[in-house]
C-alpha cells in the first residue's frame, strides 16, 4: 500500500470548509474560486489514481468556462482526450465532499473498489485559463499528483480543447499528434493551408478577413500565438483579447447567444463575418450585421449543418460508401432538422441534451457531426472511415475527381480536434469550407431560415417531477403535462415544444418555436402556465410576455 503519510500531511495545507457540498457534473466541478482549493489538491489525487487505473496520463483543466471572472472550476480528461468516465465522476464527489479527517478513508475505498495497483506510475497533465485564482489553483492540483508519488507536466495556460488534444497525443504515442502546443498549431494551421489552396475562384482576398471576439479569455492568447502559422492566409482583427476587458463581461460566445446581439467591444461592418469564443474556446459562435443593421446569429446549428452538407457532398465526389449522421438535442432548430433531412438527406439523430450524449451517439457512425446549439461541437471518423479515406488519397489509380475530394477529407480529419468542441479548430474548419465553396457568410446563412423560438423557465419546488422520454423531447411526469402541451402545440403552425427539468436547480426549462415569433411566444407563456399548475410551481404564476 502506498505512504499515506504524504496525503495528510499535504492535505492539512489545502483544508476542506466545513459542510461544504460539491457535486461533479457534466462540466467538472465550478464554484466561486475561494471555495475550490481543497477540490484542486483532491482532484490531483484522483487524477493519479485514475492514470494508474487505466495504465495512462490523465489531464486536469483547470477553468470555469463561461462563468464570471471571480468562479473557476476544473475538469479531468480521460485517455484518448474524452470527458471523465461516469462512474468516476462519483468518486470525484465523494472525494470533495469527504471531511478532512475522513479523506484518507475515502480516498482508500477508491483504491480498493477500482482494485488499484500503487506501485504504478501515474502521469498527469495540468493546465489552466487566465483566471487570476487558476495559478495557485492548479498548483494545487500539482501538490495532489505529487502527494501520491505522481509525475506530472504543467503546461501552463492552454484552452481547454488544447489540453484534451495534449493527452490523446500521449495516449496514442504521437500517433494523433505532438503533444505540445507549437506540435497543435502546426497539424491543425497544416491542414488549414492545405484546404485553403483549393479556394473556389470567386473567392477574394477581402473575404480572409474574420473578426474574433476573444472572451477576454485564453482562446485570445492563442489565436495571437498561432497567427504566424496561419502564413497571411487568413487575416484576423482580434477583440476582447483580455488587455482591459473583463473575462465573458459582455462578450463570449454564451452572451452573444443569449442575448443575440453582437459583444461589446467590436467593430465587425454589415456583411463581414465576426465570431465569438467562450471563455475557455470550447464554443463558437458566428453572426454579421445586414445593410439594415439587423444582427444575424450562425449557432451551433448552423454550424453543423455547414459542415455535414461540405462532408457529405466530399463523400459523394469521392464515392466512398461511409455513413454520415448529425447529432442533435431537441434544442436544435426544426428548420436546420428539416434541411439536414429533406433537403441534404442526412441522417439526423436527437439525443439528451449534454455533450457526453452527443460524443456518444456520434460514435455510432463513419462520420458523427455533433454541435448543440451554443456551439459546442465537433466531428468524430471512425478508424475505418480515416483509412478509407487515407487509402484512396493514396492510391495511385484513383481518378483526378476522387482523388481531390479524398485529399480534402484528410485534411478536413487534420484540422478537426475530435476530442472535444474547439472554437479554434471550428474557426479554421469553417474558415475553409467558406473560401472552398466561395459562400459569402450571407449565403451560408440563407441555407435555411430558423423558426422563431423562446426558451423560458418555470420555478418549481422540486424539478424532479418532470420525467422525460424521447430525448427529453415528452414528458412522462407528471400526469396530464404531455397533453396538455400537446393540445397548445395544436393551436399554432409549424409548432413544437417541450419541458425539461434542468441539471442544477429548481426550475423547469420551456422550449417553443413556430411560424411566427408572436405565435411562439404565446404559445411559450401558455406551456409554463401548464408547468406551473402541473409540476408545482412556486412564486407568481407565468406572465405574458407581451
Not at 26 to 34: D, E, L, P, S, V
Not at 57 to 63: L, Q
Not at 126 to 151: E, I, N
Not at 199 to 204: G, L
Request: charged share 25%.
Amino acid at each position: 500500500m502506498a505512504d499515506f503519510q504524504d496525503v495528510s500531511e499535504q492535505s492539512s495545507l489545502h483544508p476542506k470548509p466545513a459542510e461544504l457540498v460539491s457535486q461533479y457534473g457534466t462540466a467538472g466541478f465550478r464554484a466561486n474560486a475561494k471555495l475550490l482549493d481543497h477540490i484542486m489538491f483532491r482532484m490531483g489525487l484522483l487524477a493519479a489514481l485514475r492514470s494508474k487505473k487505466t495504465k495512462a496520463t490523465i489531464g486536469v483543466m483547470v477553468t470555469a468556462s463561461h462563468n464570471p471572472e471571480e468562479d473557476n472550476g476544473v475538469k479531468l480528461i480521460d485517455p484518448m482526450g474524452e470527458m471523465l468516465l461516469q462512474t468516476w465522476e462519483s468518486y470525484a464527489t465523494q472525494l470533495a465532499n469527504a471531511e478532512q479527517e475522513d479523506l484518507l478513508t475515502a480516498l482508500k475505498d477508491v483504491i480498493e473498489k477500482e482494485a488499484i495497483n500503487m506501485s504504478q506510475e501515474a502521469n498527469v497533465f495540468v493546465g489552466k485559463d487566465t483566471r487570476s485564482s487558476s495559478s495557485s489553483l492548479s498548483q494545487a492540483v500539482l501538490d495532489g499528483v505529487a502527494a501520491l508519488g505522481g509525475h506530472s507536466k504543467d503546461y501552463g495556460l492552454v484552452t481547454t480543447p488544447q489540453l484534451h488534444y495534449m493527452v490523446r497525443c500521449q495516449n496514442t504515442q504521437g500517433k494523433y499528434g505532438e503533444a505540445t502546443v507549437e506540435g497543435y498549431y502546426k497539424k491543425l494551421c497544416q491542414a488549414f493551408i492545405q484546404l485553403i489552396n483549393n479556394k473556389a475562384s470567386n473567392c477574394t482576398d477581402d473575404q480572409k478577413h474574420l473578426s474574433v471576439d476573444g472572451a477576454n479569455g485564453i482562446g485570445a492568447l492563442k489565436v495571437n500565438e498561432m497567427e504566424s502559422h496561419l502564413k497571411k492566409e487568413l487575416l484576423i482583427s482580434l477583440f476582447n483579447d483580455g488587455s482591459k476587458g473583463k473575462l465573458n463581461h459582455q462578450c463570449g460566445a454564451d452572451f452573444v447567444k443569449v442575448q443575440q446581439k453582437p459583444p461589446t467591444g467590436i467593430e465587425v461592418n454589415p456583411g463581414e463575418r465576426g465570431c465569438s469564443f467562450d471563455g475557455d474556446a470550447d464554443r463558437i459562435v458566428y453572426y454579421y450585421t445586414d445593410s439594415d443593421g439587423r444582427f444575424h446569429l450562425l449557432d451551433g446549428d448552423k454550424i453543423a449543418t455547414l459542415i455535414s452538407t461540405f462532408l457529405k457532398e466530399l463523400l459523394t465526389q469521392a464515392s466512398l460508401d461511409l455513413k454520415i449522421a448529425v447529432v442533435q438535442t431537441a434544442y436544435a432548430n426544426g428548420s436546420s432538422t428539416h434541411y439536414l433531412e429533406n433537403t441534404m438527406k442526412v441522417t439526423v439523430v436527437c439525443t439528451k441534451t449534454g455533450v457526453k450524449h452527443l460524443h456518444h451517439a456520434a460514435q455510432e457512425f463513419d462520420i458523427g457531426v455533433y454541435f448543440e446549439a451554443n456551439g459546442h461541437g465537433t466531428v468524430l471518423f471512425s478508424e475505418a472511415a480515416e483509412e478509407k479515406i487515407q487509402q484512396l488519397a493514396e492510391n495511385p489509380g484513383t481518378d483526378d475527381e476522387r482523388k481531390r475530394a479524398a485529399l480534402l477529407l484528410q485534411n478536413t480529419v487534420n484540422v478537426i480536434n475530435q476530442t472535444v468542441g474547439d472554437a479554434i479548430s471550428d474557426m479554421l474548419l469553417i474558415e475553409a469550407i467558406l473560401a472552398i465553396k466561395g459562400l459569402t457568410i450571407q449565403q451560408w446563412d440563407a441555407m435555411y431560415t430558423d423558426l422563431p423560438n423562446r426558451q423560458l423557465k418555470v420555478k418549481v419546488s422540486d424539478r424532479r417531477v418532470i420525467d422525460t422520454t424521447d430525448a427529453e423531447r415528452r414528458a412522462v411526469s407528471p400526469a396530464g403535462l404531455q397533453e396538455a402541451i400537446d393540445s397548445l402545440v395544436k393551436k399554432y403552425k409549424q409548432a413544437r415544444s417541450f419541458v425539461r427539468p434542468s441539471g442544477t436547480e429548481d426550475v423547469v426549462r420551456v422550449y417553443a418555436e413556430a411560424e411566427t415569433q408572436e405565435s411562439t411566444d404565446a404559445m411559450a407563456h401558455e406551456v409554463s402556465l401548464a408547468v406551473y399548475r402541473l409540476a408545482g410551481g412556486v412564486g407568481d404564476e407565468p406572465k405574458p410576455l407581451h
